[in-house]
Protein backbone atom coordinates (compact mmCIF):
# COMPACT_ATOMS: atom_id res chain seq x y z
CA UNK A 1 0.00 0.00 0.00
CA UNK A 2 1.40 3.14 -1.53
CA UNK A 3 0.09 6.83 0.55
CA UNK A 4 0.53 10.49 -1.08
CA UNK A 5 0.69 12.52 2.14
CA UNK A 6 0.58 16.67 1.47
CA UNK A 7 1.77 19.24 4.49
CA UNK A 8 2.35 16.62 7.48
CA UNK A 9 3.93 19.25 9.23
CA UNK A 10 7.74 20.03 7.83
CA UNK A 11 6.93 17.61 5.28
CA UNK A 12 5.87 19.33 1.94
CA UNK A 13 5.00 16.03 -0.13
CA UNK A 14 5.83 12.61 0.09
CA UNK A 15 5.02 8.73 -1.14
CA UNK A 16 5.62 5.54 0.76
CA UNK A 17 5.16 2.40 0.72
CA UNK A 18 4.14 1.15 3.89
CA UNK A 19 3.02 -2.50 2.79
CA UNK A 20 6.42 -3.91 2.87
CA UNK A 21 6.89 -6.81 5.73
CA UNK A 22 9.93 -4.50 7.37
CA UNK A 23 9.46 -0.27 6.57
CA UNK A 24 12.53 2.01 8.45
CA UNK A 25 11.98 5.49 8.82
CA UNK A 26 15.68 7.09 9.73
CA UNK A 27 16.89 11.20 9.84
CA UNK A 28 18.08 13.50 11.65
CA UNK A 29 15.55 14.74 14.96
CA UNK A 30 12.69 16.76 14.05
CA UNK A 31 12.36 15.96 10.85
CA UNK A 32 8.79 14.57 10.74
CA UNK A 33 9.19 10.65 11.59
CA UNK A 34 7.02 10.91 14.69
CA UNK A 35 3.82 12.65 12.78
CA UNK A 36 4.71 10.03 9.94
CA UNK A 37 4.26 6.90 11.92
CA UNK A 38 1.72 8.23 14.64
CA UNK A 39 -0.17 8.62 10.56
CA UNK A 40 0.50 5.49 9.22
CA UNK A 41 -0.66 3.70 13.18
CA UNK A 42 -3.81 5.78 12.46
CA UNK A 43 -4.39 4.19 9.07
CA UNK A 44 -3.64 0.74 9.55
CA UNK A 45 -5.75 0.51 12.85
CA UNK A 46 -8.43 -1.35 13.03
CA UNK A 47 -11.51 0.41 13.73
CA UNK A 48 -14.80 -1.25 13.85
CA UNK A 49 -17.92 0.99 12.60
CA UNK A 50 -21.51 0.40 13.66
CA UNK A 51 -23.70 -1.19 10.26
CA UNK A 52 -27.07 -1.53 11.08
CA UNK A 53 -27.71 -2.22 7.03
CA UNK A 54 -29.37 -5.96 5.99
CA UNK A 55 -26.23 -6.34 3.91
CA UNK A 56 -25.22 -9.88 3.37
CA UNK A 57 -28.26 -10.56 5.57
CA UNK A 58 -27.92 -14.33 3.90
CA UNK A 59 -24.01 -14.87 5.05
CA UNK A 60 -25.27 -13.51 8.60
CA UNK A 61 -27.90 -15.84 8.89
CA UNK A 62 -25.60 -18.92 7.75
CA UNK A 63 -22.79 -18.19 10.18
CA UNK A 64 -25.37 -18.15 13.29
CA UNK A 65 -27.87 -20.78 12.09
CA UNK A 66 -24.74 -23.31 10.75
CA UNK A 67 -21.49 -21.68 12.04
CA UNK A 68 -20.02 -21.13 8.26
CA UNK A 69 -20.74 -19.23 5.66
CA UNK A 70 -19.53 -17.12 2.40
CA UNK A 71 -19.38 -13.53 3.09
CA UNK A 72 -19.79 -11.66 -0.84
CA UNK A 73 -17.28 -8.65 -1.02
CA UNK A 74 -18.87 -5.38 -2.66
CA UNK A 75 -16.11 -3.69 -4.43
CA UNK A 76 -18.21 -0.13 -4.84
CA UNK A 77 -19.00 -0.62 -0.93
CA UNK A 78 -15.11 -1.46 0.48
CA UNK A 79 -14.15 0.90 -2.18
CA UNK A 80 -16.80 3.88 -0.73
CA UNK A 81 -15.15 2.71 3.07
CA UNK A 82 -11.81 3.46 2.32
CA UNK A 83 -12.89 6.52 0.82
CA UNK A 84 -14.67 7.65 4.15
CA UNK A 85 -11.89 6.64 6.44
CA UNK A 86 -9.24 8.45 4.93
CA UNK A 87 -11.74 11.83 4.85
CA UNK A 88 -12.19 10.80 8.63
CA UNK A 89 -8.71 10.48 9.40
CA UNK A 90 -8.15 13.90 7.47
CA UNK A 91 -10.80 15.98 10.08
CA UNK A 92 -9.16 13.88 13.33
CA UNK A 93 -5.83 15.26 13.74
CA UNK A 94 -6.79 17.06 16.67
CA UNK A 95 -7.28 13.19 18.44
CA UNK A 96 -4.44 11.44 16.58
CA UNK A 97 -1.35 14.32 17.92
CA UNK A 98 -3.33 15.46 20.69
CA UNK A 99 -3.53 18.89 20.46
CA UNK A 100 -6.64 21.50 19.34
CA UNK A 101 -8.13 22.77 16.39
CA UNK A 102 -5.89 25.71 16.08
CA UNK A 103 -3.06 23.81 16.54
CA UNK A 104 -4.24 21.67 13.71
CA UNK A 105 -4.90 24.97 11.31
CA UNK A 106 -1.19 26.24 12.13
CA UNK A 107 0.83 23.11 11.59
CA UNK A 108 -1.09 21.18 9.72
CA UNK A 109 -3.24 23.48 7.89
CA UNK A 110 -3.38 22.35 4.28
CA UNK A 111 -2.80 18.14 5.05
CA UNK A 112 -3.40 16.20 2.54
CA UNK A 113 -3.64 12.69 2.80
CA UNK A 114 -4.56 9.66 -0.20
CA UNK A 115 -3.72 6.17 -1.05
CA UNK A 116 -2.03 6.03 -4.21
CA UNK A 117 -4.22 3.39 -6.01
CA UNK A 118 -7.70 3.91 -8.59
CA UNK A 119 -10.50 1.72 -8.37
CA UNK A 120 -9.88 -0.68 -11.15
CA UNK A 121 -6.58 -1.42 -9.83
CA UNK A 122 -7.98 -1.97 -6.41
CA UNK A 123 -10.41 -4.09 -7.85
CA UNK A 124 -7.90 -6.29 -9.94
CA UNK A 125 -6.19 -6.80 -6.41
CA UNK A 126 -9.14 -7.49 -4.12
CA UNK A 127 -8.75 -10.86 -6.62
CA UNK A 128 -5.18 -11.09 -5.83
CA UNK A 129 -5.39 -11.01 -2.37
CA UNK A 130 -4.71 -13.65 0.46
CA UNK A 131 -5.35 -13.92 3.67
CA UNK A 132 -6.31 -15.25 7.03
CA UNK A 133 -7.82 -13.38 10.12
CA UNK A 134 -10.47 -13.66 12.86
CA UNK A 135 -13.01 -11.19 14.25
CA UNK A 136 -13.61 -11.69 18.31
CA UNK A 137 -15.75 -10.76 20.91
CA UNK A 138 -15.88 -11.87 24.32
CA UNK A 139 -14.89 -15.85 23.87
CA UNK A 140 -15.89 -16.25 20.45
CA UNK A 141 -13.61 -16.30 17.39
CA UNK A 142 -14.94 -15.95 13.61
CA UNK A 143 -12.17 -16.79 11.18
CA UNK A 144 -11.83 -15.21 8.19
CA UNK A 145 -10.32 -16.45 5.22
CA UNK A 146 -10.07 -14.47 1.95
CA UNK A 147 -8.41 -16.89 -0.86
CA UNK A 148 -6.69 -15.92 -4.60
CA UNK A 149 -9.28 -15.41 -6.99
CA UNK A 150 -12.12 -14.96 -5.08
CA UNK A 151 -15.18 -12.49 -4.56
CA UNK A 152 -15.82 -13.23 -1.25
CA UNK A 153 -14.27 -14.50 2.28
CA UNK A 154 -15.18 -17.49 4.06
CA UNK A 155 -16.31 -17.31 7.50
CA UNK A 156 -16.17 -20.19 10.30
CA UNK A 157 -17.53 -19.94 13.81
CA UNK A 158 -15.30 -21.83 16.39
CA UNK A 159 -18.50 -22.91 18.28
CA UNK A 160 -22.02 -24.31 17.95
CA UNK A 161 -23.35 -22.14 20.89
CA UNK A 162 -23.83 -18.23 20.24
CA UNK A 163 -25.48 -15.82 23.06
CA UNK A 164 -27.77 -13.37 21.66
CA UNK A 165 -25.50 -10.41 22.46
CA UNK A 166 -23.02 -12.08 20.26
CA UNK A 167 -25.34 -12.28 17.50
CA UNK A 168 -25.77 -8.58 18.32
CA UNK A 169 -22.44 -7.94 17.93
CA UNK A 170 -21.76 -9.68 14.76
CA UNK A 171 -24.91 -8.41 12.72
CA UNK A 172 -23.54 -4.69 13.62
CA UNK A 173 -19.79 -4.80 13.52
CA UNK A 174 -18.70 -7.05 11.33
CA UNK A 175 -19.31 -5.65 7.99
CA UNK A 176 -17.12 -3.41 8.57
CA UNK A 177 -14.48 -5.55 9.92
CA UNK A 178 -14.36 -7.33 6.64
CA UNK A 179 -14.54 -4.01 4.80
CA UNK A 180 -11.51 -2.91 6.86
CA UNK A 181 -9.26 -5.89 6.00
CA UNK A 182 -10.04 -5.12 2.54
CA UNK A 183 -10.00 -1.57 2.38
CA UNK A 184 -6.86 -1.74 4.02
CA UNK A 185 -5.48 -4.85 3.19
CA UNK A 186 -2.04 -6.12 4.31
CA UNK A 187 -3.21 -4.84 7.62
CA UNK A 188 -4.93 -6.53 10.02
CA UNK A 189 -4.52 -3.84 12.90
CA UNK A 190 -2.13 -2.12 14.07
CA UNK A 191 0.05 -1.77 17.87
CA UNK A 192 2.21 1.28 18.17
CA UNK A 193 5.19 1.63 21.30
CA UNK A 194 5.76 5.31 21.11
CA UNK A 195 8.98 6.70 22.96
CA UNK A 196 6.63 7.50 25.92
CA UNK A 197 5.93 3.64 26.51
CA UNK A 198 9.05 3.74 29.36
CA UNK A 199 6.44 5.82 31.07
CA UNK A 200 2.95 4.49 30.89
CA UNK A 201 3.76 1.28 32.73
CA UNK A 202 5.19 3.15 35.44
CA UNK A 203 2.99 6.00 35.38
CA UNK A 204 0.26 4.38 34.34
CA UNK A 205 -2.14 5.22 37.13
CA UNK A 206 -1.59 8.70 37.31
CA UNK A 207 -1.64 9.41 33.32
CA UNK A 208 -4.80 7.42 33.93
CA UNK A 209 -7.31 7.89 31.23
CA UNK A 210 -10.27 7.45 33.26
CA UNK A 211 -9.05 10.09 35.85
CA UNK A 212 -8.41 12.67 33.13
CA UNK A 213 -12.25 12.19 31.99
CA UNK A 214 -12.92 12.91 35.35
CA UNK A 215 -11.00 15.95 35.71
CA UNK A 216 -12.15 17.20 32.65
CA UNK A 217 -15.81 17.20 33.64
CA UNK A 218 -14.87 18.56 37.10
CA UNK A 219 -13.73 21.98 35.23
CA UNK A 220 -16.20 21.78 33.10
CA UNK A 221 -18.64 21.76 35.94
CA UNK A 222 -17.56 24.67 37.68
CA UNK A 223 -17.43 26.89 35.03
CA UNK A 224 -19.65 29.18 34.12
CA UNK A 225 -20.84 28.47 30.82
CA UNK A 226 -23.82 25.83 30.39
CA UNK A 227 -22.94 22.68 29.06
CA UNK A 228 -25.33 19.92 27.36
CA UNK A 229 -24.63 16.84 29.02
CA UNK A 230 -24.64 14.99 25.98
CA UNK A 231 -21.12 17.14 25.39
CA UNK A 232 -19.59 14.98 28.42
CA UNK A 233 -20.56 11.78 26.66
CA UNK A 234 -19.16 12.72 22.77
CA UNK A 235 -16.49 14.97 23.86
CA UNK A 236 -13.22 13.77 22.67
CA UNK A 237 -10.12 14.57 24.84
CA UNK A 238 -7.19 15.92 23.47
CA UNK A 239 -4.90 15.74 26.46
CA UNK A 240 -2.87 12.47 25.09
CA UNK A 241 -1.76 11.73 21.40
CA UNK A 242 -3.69 8.40 19.58
CA UNK A 243 -0.48 5.89 20.46
CA UNK A 244 -0.18 7.46 24.19
CA UNK A 245 -3.94 7.09 24.57
CA UNK A 246 -4.30 3.53 23.33
CA UNK A 247 -1.22 2.67 25.32
CA UNK A 248 -2.88 4.27 28.66
CA UNK A 249 -6.56 2.29 27.97
CA UNK A 250 -4.46 -1.13 27.45
CA UNK A 251 -2.19 -0.36 30.56
CA UNK A 252 -5.30 0.05 32.60
CA UNK A 253 -6.88 -3.08 31.61
CA UNK A 254 -3.53 -5.58 31.76
CA UNK A 255 -5.52 -7.82 34.06
CA UNK A 256 -8.22 -8.71 31.60
CA UNK A 257 -5.80 -8.88 28.54
CA UNK A 258 -3.31 -11.39 30.37
CA UNK A 259 -6.56 -14.02 30.21
CA UNK A 260 -5.50 -13.75 26.69
CA UNK A 261 -3.21 -15.88 25.28
CA UNK A 262 -2.11 -15.22 21.57
CA UNK A 263 -0.47 -17.95 18.88
CA UNK A 264 3.06 -15.81 19.67
CA UNK A 265 2.92 -16.16 23.42
CA UNK A 266 5.84 -19.10 23.54
CA UNK A 267 8.31 -17.24 20.99
CA UNK A 268 8.10 -14.04 23.34
CA UNK A 269 9.80 -15.84 26.26
CA UNK A 270 12.60 -15.60 23.56
CA UNK A 271 12.70 -11.45 24.60
CA UNK A 272 12.27 -11.98 28.13
CA UNK A 273 15.02 -14.40 28.43
CA UNK A 274 17.54 -13.21 25.63
CA UNK A 275 17.35 -9.48 26.21
CA UNK A 276 15.22 -8.62 29.92
CA UNK A 277 17.07 -11.70 31.39
CA UNK A 278 13.82 -12.54 33.17
CA UNK A 279 10.04 -11.88 32.55
CA UNK A 280 7.51 -9.33 33.15
CA UNK A 281 3.97 -10.53 34.88
CA UNK A 282 0.66 -8.77 36.48
CA UNK A 283 -0.58 -8.69 39.85
CA UNK A 284 -3.61 -9.14 41.13
CA UNK A 285 -4.43 -5.30 41.23
CA UNK A 286 -3.00 -4.72 38.00
CA UNK A 287 0.57 -3.89 38.67
CA UNK A 288 3.83 -4.69 36.22
CA UNK A 289 5.98 -6.67 38.15
CA UNK A 290 9.74 -7.76 36.73
CA UNK A 291 11.64 -10.90 37.98
CA UNK A 292 14.93 -11.61 37.13
CA UNK A 293 16.13 -14.78 35.97
CA UNK A 294 18.49 -14.66 38.70
CA UNK A 295 16.35 -14.56 41.56
CA UNK A 296 12.77 -16.09 40.09
CA UNK A 297 11.09 -15.52 43.33
CA UNK A 298 11.86 -11.97 44.06
CA UNK A 299 8.88 -9.58 41.96
CA UNK A 300 9.88 -6.10 41.80
CA UNK A 301 7.89 -3.65 40.35
CA UNK A 302 8.67 -1.76 37.19
CA UNK A 303 9.29 1.23 38.36
CA UNK A 304 12.20 -0.29 40.31
CA UNK A 305 13.48 -2.56 37.64
CA UNK A 306 16.35 -1.73 35.04
CA UNK A 307 15.49 1.06 31.62
CA UNK A 308 15.12 -2.15 29.37
CA UNK A 309 12.68 -3.74 31.48
CA UNK A 310 10.35 -0.61 31.04
CA UNK A 311 10.87 -0.42 27.21
CA UNK A 312 10.56 -3.52 25.78
CA UNK A 313 7.56 -4.52 28.36
CA UNK A 314 5.15 -3.30 25.97
CA UNK A 315 6.02 -5.09 23.43
CA UNK A 316 6.15 -8.41 25.56
CA UNK A 317 2.86 -8.12 26.48
CA UNK A 318 1.37 -7.58 23.25
CA UNK A 319 3.03 -10.34 21.45
CA UNK A 320 2.12 -12.94 24.35
CA UNK A 321 -1.07 -11.51 24.89
CA UNK A 322 -2.79 -9.44 21.56
CA UNK A 323 -0.83 -10.41 18.75
CA UNK A 324 -2.14 -12.05 15.68
CA UNK A 325 -0.50 -12.46 12.38
CA UNK A 326 -0.40 -9.71 9.79
CA UNK A 327 -0.48 -6.69 12.67
CA UNK A 328 1.57 -4.32 11.92
CA UNK A 329 3.95 -3.30 15.22
CA UNK A 330 4.96 0.12 14.89
CA UNK A 331 8.24 0.99 17.35
CA UNK A 332 9.50 4.89 17.56
CA UNK A 333 13.46 4.08 18.59
CA UNK A 334 13.69 0.39 19.75
CA UNK A 335 17.13 1.34 20.22
CA UNK A 336 16.28 3.46 23.58
CA UNK A 337 18.01 2.35 26.64
CA UNK A 338 19.58 -0.65 24.87
CA UNK A 339 22.97 -1.35 24.90
CA UNK A 340 24.52 -2.10 21.90
CA UNK A 341 24.95 -5.76 21.96
CA UNK A 342 21.21 -5.50 22.80
CA UNK A 343 20.65 -3.11 20.24
CA UNK A 344 22.04 -6.47 17.50
CA UNK A 345 20.12 -8.75 19.46
CA UNK A 346 16.34 -6.94 18.85
CA UNK A 347 17.43 -6.53 15.05
CA UNK A 348 17.51 -9.85 14.80
CA UNK A 349 14.31 -10.48 17.31
CA UNK A 350 12.76 -8.21 14.53
CA UNK A 351 13.98 -10.65 11.87
CA UNK A 352 12.11 -13.20 13.37
CA UNK A 353 9.16 -11.38 13.80
CA UNK A 354 9.44 -10.46 9.99
CA UNK A 355 9.48 -14.64 9.45
CA UNK A 356 6.51 -15.30 11.49
CA UNK A 357 3.91 -13.07 9.32
CA UNK A 358 4.26 -9.74 11.19
CA UNK A 359 4.75 -6.51 9.32
CA UNK A 360 7.53 -3.64 11.46
CA UNK A 361 7.81 -0.14 11.20
CA UNK A 362 10.57 1.20 12.81
CA UNK A 363 12.37 4.95 13.18
CA UNK A 364 15.62 4.79 14.61
CA UNK A 365 18.89 6.71 14.80
CA UNK A 366 20.69 3.49 15.51
CA UNK A 367 23.87 2.54 13.42
CA UNK A 368 24.21 -0.61 15.30
CA UNK A 369 20.20 -1.65 14.26
CA UNK A 370 20.89 -0.59 10.57
CA UNK A 371 23.99 -2.61 10.19
CA UNK A 372 22.89 -5.60 11.54
CA UNK A 373 19.61 -5.13 9.29
CA UNK A 374 22.61 -5.22 6.42
CA UNK A 375 24.25 -8.29 7.86
CA UNK A 376 20.74 -10.11 7.69
CA UNK A 377 19.84 -9.41 4.28
CA UNK A 378 23.28 -10.73 3.37
CA UNK A 379 23.12 -13.87 5.44
CA UNK A 380 20.14 -14.68 2.86
CA UNK A 381 22.41 -15.35 0.31
CA UNK A 382 22.77 -19.11 -0.65
CA UNK A 383 26.33 -18.56 -1.48
CA UNK A 384 28.38 -21.74 0.53
CA UNK A 385 30.78 -18.96 1.83
CA UNK A 386 27.63 -17.28 3.35
CA UNK A 387 26.16 -20.27 5.25
CA UNK A 388 29.50 -20.78 6.56
CA UNK A 389 29.91 -17.23 8.42
CA UNK A 390 25.78 -17.92 9.35
CA UNK A 391 27.29 -21.54 11.15
CA UNK A 392 30.43 -20.04 12.43
CA UNK A 393 28.77 -16.55 14.37
CA UNK A 394 25.73 -18.65 15.32
CA UNK A 395 22.51 -16.72 13.30
CA UNK A 396 19.39 -18.99 13.30
CA UNK A 397 17.43 -20.02 9.82
CA UNK A 398 14.83 -17.66 10.89
CA UNK A 399 17.02 -14.43 11.48
CA UNK A 400 17.76 -13.35 8.14
CA UNK A 401 15.86 -11.01 5.42
CA UNK A 402 15.12 -10.69 1.76
CA UNK A 403 16.42 -7.35 0.28
CA UNK A 404 12.77 -7.39 -1.63
CA UNK A 405 11.00 -7.34 1.94
CA UNK A 406 12.49 -3.81 2.75
CA UNK A 407 11.48 -0.52 2.40
CA UNK A 408 14.05 2.44 3.58
CA UNK A 409 13.15 6.20 3.95
CA UNK A 410 15.46 8.99 4.61
CA UNK A 411 13.96 12.29 6.35
CA UNK A 412 15.95 15.21 6.08
CA UNK A 413 16.09 19.03 5.62
CA UNK A 414 17.35 19.84 2.07
CA UNK A 415 19.81 22.34 3.86
CA UNK A 416 20.16 24.16 7.27
CA UNK A 417 17.97 27.53 6.44
CA UNK A 418 14.72 25.05 4.50
CA UNK A 419 12.10 24.50 6.23
CA UNK A 420 10.85 21.74 4.33
CA UNK A 421 11.75 18.25 4.87
CA UNK A 422 12.02 15.37 1.94
CA UNK A 423 11.46 11.96 1.93
CA UNK A 424 13.91 10.01 -0.17
CA UNK A 425 13.29 6.44 -0.50
CA UNK A 426 16.70 4.45 -0.03
CA UNK A 427 18.15 2.19 -2.43
CA UNK A 428 17.67 -1.64 -0.99
CA UNK A 429 20.98 -3.66 -2.51
CA UNK A 430 22.03 -7.28 -1.40
CA UNK A 431 24.41 -5.79 0.80
CA UNK A 432 21.62 -4.05 2.23
CA UNK A 433 21.23 -0.08 2.52
CA UNK A 434 22.95 3.08 3.77
CA UNK A 435 21.68 5.89 5.69
CA UNK A 436 23.32 9.01 4.47
CA UNK A 437 23.02 10.62 7.97
CA UNK A 438 24.37 8.17 10.34
CA UNK A 439 27.30 7.93 8.15
CA UNK A 440 28.16 11.12 7.32
CA UNK A 441 28.14 11.77 11.43
CA UNK A 442 30.64 8.08 11.79
CA UNK A 443 32.72 9.28 9.08
CA UNK A 444 33.63 12.89 10.46
CA UNK A 445 34.22 11.29 13.93
CA UNK A 446 36.45 8.41 12.48
CA UNK A 447 38.56 11.43 10.96
CA UNK A 448 38.56 13.17 14.24
CA UNK A 449 40.07 10.58 16.10
CA UNK A 450 42.55 9.41 13.72
CA UNK A 451 43.44 13.04 14.11
CA UNK A 452 44.30 13.06 17.02
CA UNK A 453 45.67 10.06 17.61
CA UNK A 454 48.31 10.47 15.17
CA UNK A 455 49.34 14.07 16.59
CA UNK A 456 49.03 12.55 20.18
CA UNK A 457 51.17 9.81 19.32
CA UNK A 458 53.57 10.60 17.04
CA UNK A 459 56.57 14.06 17.05
CA UNK A 460 55.69 15.73 13.81
CA UNK A 461 58.37 18.55 15.12
CA UNK A 462 61.31 18.83 12.66
CA UNK A 463 64.31 17.78 14.10
Known amino acids: MKIVVKNLGPIKEAKINIGKRLTVFCGPNNSGKTYMAFLVYRITKSVLKFDRSDKNKGAFNAIINNKSGDFALNIDEIWNYRKIEIKSIKGSLDSLYGISDDLVSKIFGTFDLEIDQNKKDFQSEVLKMSFSSSFKFNSLNISILKKKGDSHVKLDVDREIITKEEIEYIKFFLNSKINSLIAFYPFSTSHILPVERNSIYTFSKELSIKKQDFLDRAQDLGSTTKKDPFHWLLKRSTRYPLPIKDGLEFAEDLNNYTKLKSPFFEI ?179 DVSEELFYNLNFDNTND
Open 268 to 446: TKTIENELLGGAVSISKEGEVLFSSAKAKSKKIPIHLSASIVKTLSSLVFYLKHIANKNDLIIIDEPELNLHPNNQVLLARFFARLVNLGFRLLISTHSDYIIREFNNLIMLSSDKKEVQEIKQKYKYKEDEQLKKDQISAYLFSYKNSKSRNVSIIEIPITKSGFDVRTIDETTDVLN
